[in-house]
């Protein structure tokens, strides 16, 4: 079977390549390189090497936009896709409020240009990247797939406003099968330290900066606010492993083969960490170098947020199996390794 990834060189796309080629599957990448490396490619290809022989028939990249319709009519009647995993997008949430036409432009017009030749080809599997972002802040923990959604960014409608075409889409045409994942907040890198998260400039999210703090490349972590109705007052998440994550998509891609119709999952861990647990995790892994200060809240900020990860174990047969440990240690060991 052939997969499509769109974004597959980046973050969360790479780590589910590396699973998707290690599980037999073939696997086809659609990515413009605009927050990835062409050299992920080769890096994807030599993890996968140890388990398995890949030529090019395996694993194809095509550089490019999603919003290319004429690269994708060229890339569905070169290869025999069977299913798509939409990972690409722009996801940077402080960006899209000072950028809110390219985020509308890059998120929604590549899912809608992508739906059509799909439809066109009569592809009708789907998989697509959503995230607990739709959540906003909901009323109480753990947070289930049927609670009230609502974003309070153009990132996060532009995830929204998908969901609802992709609802749309399958009410018109029920031989469609759509996984929306609500992804939780990924973390950590590939335990060969070949892949991981690397984000240009200076990062907004918390587990890259800490990272950098950590090799010196960064002198301080701004802790956001202590004052939050948590434990320790600092704000708390559902971070998960990324390969969990990735292997996420490889259960919804079997779900998808059972004609499941269109379904939503929540892939977290169901556990809240607070930003003082990832940080005292992280200096045990690196032997202290994470400095931090308290700072201000951020304007947009939750106090908490974590899954119910129940419906993807009962239905997906999958949950997360890393622990906060892992995620630091393959973390630190990637930023370690990182060349730049
Ligand atoms: P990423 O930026 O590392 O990967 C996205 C990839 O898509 C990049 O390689 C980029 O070059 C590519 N891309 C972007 N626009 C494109 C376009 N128009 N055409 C072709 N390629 C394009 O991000 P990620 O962390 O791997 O996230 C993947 C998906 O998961 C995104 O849709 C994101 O919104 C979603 N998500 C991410 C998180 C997270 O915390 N990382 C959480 C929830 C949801
Ligand atoms: C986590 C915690 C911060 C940076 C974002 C998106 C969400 C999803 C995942 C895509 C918070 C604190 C952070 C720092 C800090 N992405 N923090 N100092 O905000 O939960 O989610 O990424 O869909 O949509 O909003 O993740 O890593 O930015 O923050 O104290 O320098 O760390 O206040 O409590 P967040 P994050």
């Known amino acids: 079977m052939s997969i499509l990834l769109t974004g597959g060189l980046g973050y969360i796309g790479s780590h589910t390549a590396v699973e998707l080629l290690s599980a037999g599957y073939d696997v086809v990448v659609v990515d413009n390189l605009s927050n990835s490396d062409l050299s992920v490619k080769d890096r994807i290809a030599q993890i996968v090497s140890s388990t398995r022989k890949i030529g090019e028939d395996n694993f194809k990249v095509y550089v490019g936009d999603v919003r290319d319709e004429n690269l994708l009519n060229k890339v569905f009647s070169q290869n025999k896709i069977d299913a798509v995993v939409h990972f690409a997008g722009l996801k940077a949430v402080g960006e899209s409020t000072k950028k809110p036409i390219e985020y509308y432009d890059n998120n929604l017009i590549s899912t809608l240009k992508l ?63 759509i996984a929306i994942l609500r992804y939780f907040n990924p973390i950590g890198a590939h335990d060969s330290g070949l892949i991981g998260e690397d984000p240009n400039g200076i990062p907004n999210n918390l587990f890259p900066y800490i990272s950098r703090v950590a090799t010196g490349k960064l002198d301080c972590l701004s802790i956001f606010g202590n004052d939050y109705n948590t434990p320790d007052g600092t704000g708390v998440r559902d971070y998960i492993h990324v390969v969990d994550l990735a292997k996420g998509h490889l259960c919804a891609i079997k779900k998808l083969e059972q004609n499941c119709g269109l379904q939503i999952y929540n892939l977290g861990t169901g556990k809240g960490y607070s930003v003082l647990d990832i940080v005292n995790a992280y200096n045990k892994v690196c032997g202290g170098k994470v400095k931090y200060k308290f700072a201000p809240r951020r304007p947009g900020d939750i106090d908490i947020c974590y899954a119910s990860p129940e419906k993807a174990e009962k239905e997906l047969g999958w949950h997360a199996e890393r622990d906060l440990e892992n995620m630091c240690k393959t973390g630190y060991n990637f930023e370690c390794k990182k060349q730049k």
């Open 115 to 177: 739906l059509e030749v799909m439809r066109k080809f009569n592809v009708k599997n789907f998989v697509f990247s959503s995230s607990a972002t739709v959540y906003g802040q909901a009323k109480s923990m753990p947070i289930y797939e049927d609670f009230p959604v609502g974003a309070t960014n153009p990132y996060g409608r532009t995830k929204l406003f998908i969901e609802e075409i992709l609802k749309d889409l399958y009410a018109a045409d029920n031989s469609f099968n």
